[in-house]
């Protein structure tokens, strides 16, 4: 980050006016006789070259939140994603610039009949072609839509294995899920579902005060398994008045958020549409647009909980090399010992540059190649790189 100028206190002249000329007479003896004697001392001597001084570090870190935003929200979908739906859920969530994540059930439904037939099913080829490339995503929600606690280990495993490796099979990566029906509350079902390959798990609570993941200088979840979302749900539906029912119930989670620097998921169904669990429309509506005014990174569980995990394990290296008109290049290496193919979303480093880079355009490179030229007008500068265990390279252009 920047260093702000100090201001120098002054103190008040404890030499009266009539004593100035006597005052510049002597300075300028005491200067004088300086001369002669560095004069003398210089006599006979070979002058010698002060080492190049080794760069002073500089000050960095990998910001909580990507892009440095001050805290994090997951809007969540436990539905299926339809085109041309009314009312345009979608349209409207992209029209605010945010995303929203949409559950995957990959076997059955309540009453056993099929909710996909496969990967060509219109719903998953509408999600992975239209929407996920504008930054929507998915979440595994269960093989059949059950209730995993009342299964034993060996059950829920494979239920849990079996939506994992549908999804794959559907051209999708697991990352984040979400239990069925409200469960996922016991050790044994927490444990099936890591042992089956997802990194993280969301229950569902109507308690306000649980709704703050990650809160302050916290670095990781008390429980990847354990997450907590907010259930949204308008109390017209069973007259829920512990869950969220609107926006200006939502409004102050927001708000608190913000100043915990936590991660909120917010869980919604029938957005719009009086089916199980509705929520109002223009409720919803109200909602996207306070979550667009506030300084949120709007992201899905999977990138989140991405982002997390490697913060929690990378080790952060700054080098500045010195030449001789300053500090003619910067070298950032990321490493947190994680696979780079599934653990690949982008860590934002904060860092000091040198006072001689500000307003200078510099190139970032790695392995020879450009990646970005960027420029900053403050000593504070802001990277988002991939923690791959290779150097970066910045370097100012001439």
């Known amino acids: 980050m920047g260093q702000s100028e100090q201001d120098r206190p002054t103190r008040a002249n404890p030499y009266p006016r009539r004593h100035w000329p006597a005052i510049r007479t002597l300075a300028a003896a005491a200067l004088l006789l300086g001369v002669i004697v560095l004069a003398v001392g210089c006599q006979g001597r070979t002058p010698t070259l002060a080492p190049t001084p080794t760069p002073a570090p500089l000050n960095a870190t990998v910001a909580k939140w990507f892009d440095n935003h001050t805290a994090a929200i997951s809007i969540t979908n436990d539905d299926w994603p339809i085109r041309g739906r009314e009312p345009d859920i979608d349209g409207y969530v992209l029209e605010q610039g945010l995303i929203m ?32 490339p504008q930054g929507f995503s998915y979440f595994g929600h269960g093989h059949n839509h059950v209730d995993h606690d009342v299964l034993s280990y060996e059950e829920a495993l494979a239920s849990f294995q079996a939506n994992y490796d549908t999804m794959i099979e559907w051209g999708m990566t697991p990352v984040a899920y979400a239990y069925p029906r409200s469960a996922g509350h016991e050790a044994e079902t927490q444990q099936a579902l890591a042992d089956a390959g997802f990194l993280s798990g969301r229950l569902v609570s109507r308690d306000a005060s649980e709704a703050y993941n990650i809160p302050w200088n916290q670095r990781a979840p008390d429980n990847w398994f354990g997450l907590i979302s907010m259930e949204m749900q308008s109390i017209e539906f069973e ?43 223009d409720e919803f509506r109200k909602d996207v647009q306070s979550i667009a005014a506030r300084d949120f990174w709007t992201a899905s569980m999977n990138d989140i909980t991405r982002y997390v995990r490697e913060r929690e394990n990378v080790a952060l290296l700054v080098e500045p090399v010195k030449g001789g ?56 500068a802001m990277l988002s790189l991939l923690p791959n265990e290779r150097p970066y390279l910045l370097r100012p252009r001439p």
């Open 101 to 132: 994540g949409y559950e995957v059930t990959t076997g059955n439904s309540f009453n056993g009949d099929p909710i996909f037939s496969g990967p060509e099913d219109e719903r998953i080829a509408y999600l992975m072609s239209e929407l996920v």
């Open 239 to 281: 007259g829920c008045g512990n869950c969220t029912n609107n926006n200006a119930e939502l409004t102050p989670i927001l708000d608190e958020a913000l100043a915990r620097t936590a991660w909120v998921i917010l869980t919604y169904h029938s957005i719009g549409q009086r089916y199980w669990g509705w929520y109002a429309w």
């Open 325 to 380: 008109a300053g500090t003619e290049s910067i070298a950032i290496t990321l490493s947190d010992g994680l696979d780079n193919v599934r653990f690949n979303h982008p860590l934002t480093v904060l860092f000091d540059q040198p006072a001689d880079w500000v307003g200078r355009p510099f190139t970032v490179t790695q392995d020879g190649e450009t990646l970005a030229e960027l420029v900053f007008d403050t000593e504070a």
